[in-house]
């Protein structure tokens, strides 16, 4: 099988070819992204109309690249997936209207993908893990603690109650005069500073279950920030990094405690491999990266993460999460619409305990 993928939900177009022959492990064979992150950057975030207008004038030429890189033609597609929702709508539509023309035009299968399964599924690209593994779906718009039993089975057992931890890496980036996106400025700052001298608050952590809290972090950051300026009428460098630091050993902190109670929770369905797995932009940091290790470690459980260019957003991984739509026979038609909103769990309380 071989899936031509399109992704356009936040702000990088990407096309994307993976195949997968029986029995064999999946290939990308060409992953292509735009990044826009130059069009965005005067406005400290991403402004959704230049987003949309970007979309438009690349995703045309993205496509092309991915087959020449991958060098196929359309012919040599079998079905053509497209991101479909949840994002900023004028991107999605971009990449929804694409995929019908490339449909509609080559006669082959379409398939509306969800980008968080697509973040969701990439363990399984990268590593082949069987199901059910317990994700930690951590990006910049999510935060959620999944048990993946299916291509298309997830159960959420927890998440953020507020902001997601990318949003928050963003938004200190932005508080200490940080370059966007966040995430990767703030990790550089961190590595030279003390995550001791700033001891921000692990909230939640005396609340059972596996609901997360993010938005006090970024107060309590703002505070103490203003209280540096107070003190020497200024940010130094030591500063800035000590504040990195600290914010990002609170986040970190926080994920692997929840990560152990989302355990219990998994491990009580007695799955034969034990497997933890995480995704979306914030498991591209290191730090991050290394305490669920840990904590995967301590359970005895496998961990595994996928490279950092397939944790941010990619078309590689929605060309997969279509690949395993195909093989279960689930296709879309001309009335695919792009959702902004699309929730991908079902809820679990029975597995929370809490009634919620
Ligand atoms: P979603 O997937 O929830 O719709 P998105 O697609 O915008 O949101 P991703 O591309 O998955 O998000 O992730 C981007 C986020 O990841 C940004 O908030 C960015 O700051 C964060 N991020 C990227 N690299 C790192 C890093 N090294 N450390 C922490 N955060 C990071
Ligand atoms: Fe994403």
């Known amino acids: 099988l071989t899936i031509l993928g399109l992704e356009s939900s936040c702000d990088d177009t990407a096309a994307a070819v993976v195949r997968q022959k029986d029995g064999q492990a999946p290939e990308i064979l060409s992953s292509v992204v735009f990044g826009q992150t130059e069009l965005h950057a005067a406005f400290g975030g991403v402004v959704p109309e230049i987003a949309a207008r970007a979309h438009a004038e690349k995703i045309d030429i993205c496509v092309k690249q991915a087959l020449t890189q991958a060098n196929l033609t359309l012919a040599d ?18 990449g929804v209207m694409c995929a019908k023309g490339l449909a509609a035009g ?3 299968p379409l398939i509306g993908v969800n ?16 199901f059910p ?51 990767p400025s703030v990790e550089a700052e961190a590595l030279t500073g003390d995550p001791k001298r700033f001891r921000f608050p692990r909230p939640m952590l005396d609340r059972e279950g596996c609901d997360m809290s993010f938005s006090g972090l970024k107060t309590a950051l703002l505070r103490a920030r203003d209280q540096v300026v107070a003190e020497k009428s200024g940010l ?25 109670r989302a355990l219990t929770l998994y491990l009580s369905e007695n799955p034969t ?6 995704a979306g ?3 591209a940091n290191k730090s991050i990266r290394e305490g ?65």
């Open 273 to 278: 491999h034990p497997t933890v797995a995480v």
């Open 281 to 283: 932009g914030v498991a």
């Open 133 to 183: 593994y317990l994700m930690l779906l951590v990006s910049g718009g999510h935060c959620q603690f999944l048990l993946v039993k299916g291509p298309d089975d997830f159960t959420r057992l927890g998440g953020t109650i507020d902001d997601a931890p990318g949003e928050a890496f963003d938004k200190t980036a932005r508080l200490l005069g940080l370059p966007q996106p966040g995430g």
């Open 77 to 94: 597609i079998d079905g053509i997936a497209v991101t479909a929702g949840p994002g900023l709508i004028g991107g999605v539509l971009s």
């Open 236 to 260: 130094s460098q030591q500063d800035r990094a000590d504040l990195a630091a600290g914010f990002q050993a609170a986040v970190r902190d926080v994920l692997m405690e929840k990560t152990r």
């Open 106 to 108: 080559s006669g082959k």
């Open 292 to 356: 669920l290790e840990t904590v995967s470690a301590e359970n005895g459980v496998q961990f595994t993460a996928p490279p950092l260019a397939l944790c941010t957003d990619n078309a590689a991984m929605i060309a997969y999460a279509g690949l395993e739509r195909f093989r279960l026979g689930h296709f879309d038609d001309m009335t695919l619409v792009a959702r902004p909103r699309w929730p991908l769990d079902k809820q679990a309380p029975a597995l929370l305990g809490s009634g919620k």
């Open 115 to 130: 980008h968080l399964a697509g973040h969701a599924l990439t363990p399984r690209l990268t590593d082949q893990i069987a």
